[in-house]
């Protein structure tokens, strides 16, 4: 079956019809979140086929026991993982003595609607059950986006061709597991149970960890538009209360029930006031009734759509796209915490643990940016300084000494979690995407407080971990990295990778120039960092040292760059001599054939070309492109972005054209056939790159900002906002030329094709 269902409309996600194949995957793409807490696209009512059920709540995790075959010193002793939470969303259903069950009832009709432009999932079906009776359920659920700990369902169930007896269960339910669980523990403990009225609640703590959550709910039921009165609250099990009630409903009746529900968590209020804070909220959202929660809800995301939406004319597959691209990363973060941040599959699935990954500076910072104001990208950055310690103590695992810090690869509190040996130990270009995201900050933002504050000491700690990783090598009389692991993680445990090695190199050289500015700019600041870091000269010497020693692989007689040492004794094949039925290669090849091949996962020497752009001229990106991309399979979700910038740039736009389509519905087309384990989230900030950066062109070059658009010949227009220095810009490309006005914020000049052009208001 095509795995390609989604029907394309502008504002709606839309699934037409029902595949018992596609329930994981729906549930993956009807996803809902609010920065705060997210589920999967679960049916409310029982489902006896293959499902994922899954909510979360943000910065609540699980130190679950690393499960390896093998142990290595160094390695983490856990790998954290955003919990699946108590379930809320629950709702059992029988007619007739029928438990209502999709898997086995015949369906006649069946529809979901993803309305991204109120942040409100409805779903709709007519089945037929074993005794002949025609029933028609609908749903509509929503997460509020404020206040943020709140959601709410409307489950509407009519008998089609005669009356029926009907029972309804609405409960909430902590007996819960992850699917991801390494030795199928519980992650929770649940400390006690009550109800008060039609209102449930199911206090519940992790284990380990300690965070105290309070699940509740609130069940309202009507006949038509009689109120009826549920049964007091029965408890089920030890985990699971609800409220039950029998009546019949006759045909084409209408029975609604409409619950409240959510989490109130212990790192937003002490736990006594849990239970209040839910009772408080219920009444709240009571006073508005679920018409004015929905329109609530869509004051709430227009806010937001205001300043983030892209239009696209001509073109409705890829304005879907980019729209669900946008949608989703406003449902995973939000900005509001410092303590949060972005788990490459969000609030929709558990793989990758829902961690922080480098995902977050190399692809999510440029979105938040742009389309946020400076306070939310800055609490990005505070969450790797208040993270700063925990790095040093991850290099002193490994050997490194006088405060170096490596970064983890894979956290939740700072301390690594990740349990690969090739990844944990050895892809360490991680740490000059935590650099580069200080710098592109600083660059587009204007912001130079965050450097003395915070920034610096972010900056030393990564140097010394470089200027000590490296090695002298008497044979080049150059700096070597050795044993490495680059973004190509088709390659392990490689020498000199070229994008580890020029990150490394470009790291040692802006630390020691921002030790010296902050020398110059904030003399107490730098006296205080030199003081806290026991910085010397001699210290800063050996980075230059290093960055001016730096070995990078390099082919004469190609004129390129060598992704890494021995590159070149690889079977040179292209990908487009591969058999299709191959594809994707990690699900059809051994790990030992991929890693023996020459075929790159995602943008490797590429993206140091992205980066770093400015250090390379044209010339050399066309090179490197042409002779790169095609040993690329893009079974990274981080891929197709950077080379649409890429292709844009060089005026490529069939193929920039043709990765931006990848990108931007690599989940909602199923490109690489997994989505139904999540959606790939921080790949969706390169999906807004793409466009903003890639067609649009806009670059900041020292404090000047600058567009250079391009338009694929697919489109009429497109048109994008952004915040650059609290000036509110809007961007339109057509055809035939481009319009930018300033929307809010003080007058500016920016360079749009080379010229300067004044823009005010």
Same mark, same amino acid.
């Not at 009807?30 to 943000?58: D, I, K, W």
């Given at each position: 079956m095509n795995s390609a269902y989604i029907i394309p409309d502008p504002w709606h996600i839309i699934e037409d019809g029902f595949a018992a194949e596609r329930v994981m995957s729906s549930e993956s793409l009807f996803s809902l979140g609010n920065g705060a807490m997210g589920q999967r696209a679960n049916f409310e009512e029982h489902y006896s086929g293959p499902t994922f059920q899954g909510s979360y709540v943000a910065g609540v995790y699980y130190p679950d026991k690393t499960k390896v075959g093998w142990w290595k010193n160094g390695y983490p002793e856990y790998f954290a993982k955003v919990i699946n939470a108590p379930n809320w969303i629950g709702i059992d259903l029988a007619v007739n003595d029928q438990t209502v069950d999709l898997a086995t009832a015949k369906v006649l009709s069946f529809r979901r609607d993803?309305?991204?432009?109120?942040?409100?999932?409805?779903?709709?079906?007519?089945?037929?059950?074993?005794?002949?009776?025609?029933?028609k359920i609908s749903a509509t659920r929503l997460l509020?986006?404020?206040?943020?700990?709140?959601?709410?369902?409307?489950?509407?169930?009519?008998?089609?061709?005669?009356?029926?007896q009907i029972q309804i269960r609405p409960y909430i339910d902590a007996g819960i597991k992850n699917q991801d669980s390494n030795w199928d523990d519980p992650f929770w403990e649940t400390l006690g149970i009550q109800a008060n009225g039609s209102r449930a609640f199911i206090r519940s703590k992790t284990l380990k960890t300690g965070f105290e959550v309070c699940t509740y709910m609130q069940a309202q039921l009507w006949l038509d538009n009689q109120e009826q009165s549920l049964q007091e609250a029965d408890q089920s099990s030890a985990h699971k209360i609800g409220f039950s009630h029998n009546c019949t409903v006759g045909q084409g009746q209408i029975l609604r029930l409409e619950k409240l529900g959510g989490y109130t968590v212990g790192l937003y209020q002490p736990a006594d006031e849990l239970m209040p804070k839910a009772q408080e909220l219920m009444d709240w959202a009571s006073a508005l009734g679920f018409e004015g929660l929905l329109q609530h809800q869509e004051n709430a995301w227009a806010k937001i759509w205001e300043r983030a939406d892209i239009g696209i004319e001509g073109d409705v597959s890829a304005q879907q796209a980019i729209r669900f691209n946008i949608f989703q990363l406003?449902?995973?973060?939000?900005?509001?915490?410092?303590?949060?941040?972005?788990?490459?599959?969000?609030f929709t699935g558990e793989k990758y643990g829902g961690s922080t990954y480098w995902d977050t500076e190399a692809y999510c910072l440029p979105f938040y940016m742009a389309t946020k104001n400076q306070a939310v990208a800055r609490n990005l950055l505070t969450y790797r300084y208040r993270h700063l310690d925990r790095a040093i103590e991850n290099a002193a695992k490994l050997g490194f000494h006088s405060g170096a810090a490596l970064y983890p690869m894979v956290t939740m509190n700072g301390e690594e979690c990740h349990n690969e040996w090739e990844i944990t130990f050895e892809e360490i270009h991680r740490n000059g995407a935590i650099a580069f995201a200080i710098y592109n900050y600083e660059r587009y933002?204007?912001?130079?407080?965050?450097?003395?504050?915070?920034?610096?000491?972010?900056?030393?700690?990564?140097?010394?971990?470089?200027?000590?990783?490296?090695?002298?090598?008497?044979?080049?009389?150059?700096?070597?990295?050795?044993?490495?692991?680059?973004?190509?993680?088709?390659?392990?445990?490689?020498?000199?990778?070229?994008?580890?090695?020029?990150?490394?190199?470009?790291?040692?050289?802006?630390?020691?120039?921002?030790?010296?500015?902050?020398?110059?700019?904030?003399?107490?600041?730098?006296?205080?960092?030199?003081?806290?870091?026991?910085?010397?000269?001699?210290?800063?010497?050996?980075?230059?040292?290093?960055?001016?020693?730096?070995?990078?692989?390099?082919?004469?007689?190609?004129?390129?760059?060598?992704?890494?040492?021995?590159?070149?004794?690889?079977?040179?094949?292209?990908?487009?001599?591969?058999?299709?039925?191959?594809?994707?290669?990690?699900?059809?090849?051994?790990?030992?054939?991929?890693?023996?091949?020459?075929?790159?996962?995602?943008?490797?020497?590429?993206?140091?070309?992205?980066?770093?752009?400015?250090?390379?001229?044209?010339e050399e990106l066309a090179k490197h492109f042409a002779y790169y991309e095609p040993f690329t399979v893009h079974e990274s979700s981080?891929?197709?972005?950077?080379?649409?910038?890429?292709?844009?740039?060089?005026?490529?736009?069939?193929?920039?054209?043709?990765?931006?389509?990848?990108?931007?519905?690599?989940?909602?087309?199923?490109?690489?056939?997994?989505?139904?384990?999540?959606?790939?989230?921080?790949?969706?900030? =390169? #999906?807004?790159?793409?466009?903003? %950066? *890639?067609?649009?062109?806009?670059?900041? &070059?020292?404090?000047? !900002?600058?567009?250079?658009?391009?338009?694929?010949?697919?489109?009429?227009?497109?048109?994008?906002?952004?915040?650059?220095?609290?000036?509110?810009?809007?961007?339109?490309?057509?055809?035939? =030329? #481009?319009?930018?006005?300033?929307? %809010? *914020?003080?007058?500016?000049?920016?360079? &749009?094709?080379?010229? !300067?052009?004044?823009v005010s208001a």
């Amino acid at each position: 079956m095509n795995s390609a269902y989604i029907i394309p409309d502008p504002w709606h996600i839309i699934e037409d019809g029902f595949a018992a194949e596609r329930v994981m995957s729906s549930e993956s793409l009807f996803s809902l979140g609010n920065g705060a807490m997210g589920q999967r696209a679960n049916f409310e009512e029982h489902y006896s086929g293959p499902t994922f059920q899954g909510s979360y709540v943000a910065g609540v995790y699980y130190p679950d026991k690393t499960k390896v075959g093998w142990w290595k010193n160094g390695y983490p002793e856990y790998f954290a993982k955003v919990i699946n939470a108590p379930n809320w969303i629950g709702i059992d259903l029988a007619v007739n003595d029928q438990t209502v069950d999709l898997a086995t009832a015949k369906v006649l009709s069946f529809r979901r609607d993803l309305h991204m432009k109120t942040g409100v999932y409805n779903r709709s079906c007519n089945m037929v059950l074993a005794d002949g009776l025609e029933l028609k359920i609908s749903a509509t659920r929503l997460l509020m986006l404020d206040p943020d700990q709140l959601g709410a369902i409307r489950y509407e169930v009519t008998p089609i061709n005669r009356a029926a007896q009907i029972q309804i269960r609405p409960y909430i339910d902590a007996g819960i597991k992850n699917q991801d669980s390494n030795w199928d523990d519980p992650f929770w403990e649940t400390l006690g149970i009550q109800a008060n009225g039609s209102r449930a609640f199911i206090r519940s703590k992790t284990l380990k960890t300690g965070f105290e959550v309070c699940t509740y709910m609130q069940a309202q039921l009507w006949l038509d538009n009689q109120e009826q009165s549920l049964q007091e609250a029965d408890q089920s099990s030890a985990h699971k209360i609800g409220f039950s009630h029998n009546c019949t409903v006759g045909q084409g009746q209408i029975l609604r029930l409409e619950k409240l529900g959510g989490y109130t968590v212990g790192l937003y209020q002490p736990a006594d006031e849990l239970m209040p804070k839910a009772q408080e909220l219920m009444d709240w959202a009571s006073a508005l009734g679920f018409e004015g929660l929905l329109q609530h809800q869509e004051n709430a995301w227009a806010k937001i759509w205001e300043r983030a939406d892209i239009g696209i004319e001509g073109d409705v597959s890829a304005q879907q796209a980019i729209r669900f691209n946008i949608f989703q990363l406003n449902q995973t973060y939000l900005g509001k915490d410092p303590r949060l941040n972005i788990g490459p599959k969000g609030f929709t699935g558990e793989k990758y643990g829902g961690s922080t990954y480098w995902d977050t500076e190399a692809y999510c910072l440029p979105f938040y940016m742009a389309t946020k104001n400076q306070a939310v990208a800055r609490n990005l950055l505070t969450y790797r300084y208040r993270h700063l310690d925990r790095a040093i103590e991850n290099a002193a695992k490994l050997g490194f000494h006088s405060g170096a810090a490596l970064y983890p690869m894979v956290t939740m509190n700072g301390e690594e979690c990740h349990n690969e040996w090739e990844i944990t130990f050895e892809e360490i270009h991680r740490n000059g995407a935590i650099a580069f995201a200080i710098y592109n900050y600083e660059r587009y933002t204007g912001d130079q407080t965050y450097m003395p504050e915070m920034g610096l000491e972010v900056l030393i700690g990564i140097a010394r971990f470089w200027a000590q990783r490296a090695t002298y090598a008497k044979s080049k009389e150059q700096y070597v990295i050795l044993g490495v692991t680059g973004p190509n993680e088709y390659e392990n445990n490689v020498n000199n990778n070229f994008y580890t090695n020029y990150s490394a190199r470009w790291c040692l050289t802006y630390a020691k120039e921002m030790v010296q500015r902050t020398a110059v700019q904030t003399p107490r600041e730098h006296k205080r960092i030199v003081e806290k870091t026991q910085l010397s000269a001699e210290e800063i010497q050996k980075w230059s040292a290093v960055a001016q020693g730096m070995y990078l692989p390099y082919d004469q007689d190609l004129g390129l760059y060598l992704q890494q040492d021995g590159f070149l004794d690889k079977e040179l094949i292209p990908v487009r001599a591969l058999d299709p039925a191959q594809r994707p290669i990690n699900q059809n090849w051994s790990w030992d054939r991929i890693l023996r091949s020459v075929y790159i996962k995602q943008a490797d020497v590429l993206q140091g070309f992205y980066f770093f752009e400015d250090q390379f001229t044209q010339e050399e990106l066309a090179k490197h492109f042409a002779y790169y991309e095609p040993f690329t399979v893009h079974e990274s979700s981080l891929s197709s972005c950077v080379h649409s910038i890429q292709a844009a740039r060089l005026g490529l736009m069939d193929q920039a054209y043709d990765f931006y389509l990848r990108t931007a519905r690599l989940d909602l087309d199923d490109y690489n056939k997994e989505v139904h384990e999540g959606c790939h989230i921080t790949s969706m900030a =390169g #999906t807004w790159m793409s466009i903003v %950066e *890639g067609f649009g062109g806009m670059r900041v &070059v020292g404090d000047q !900002l600058q567009f250079n658009p391009k338009i694929p010949s697919q489109w009429t227009r497109y048109r994008f906002k952004i915040n650059f220095r609290g000036s509110v810009l809007s961007v339109v490309v057509q055809q035939s =030329g #481009t319009r930018v006005t300033l929307e %809010e *914020g003080p007058d500016c000049t920016i360079m &749009v094709d080379q010229e !300067l052009v004044p823009v005010s208001a």
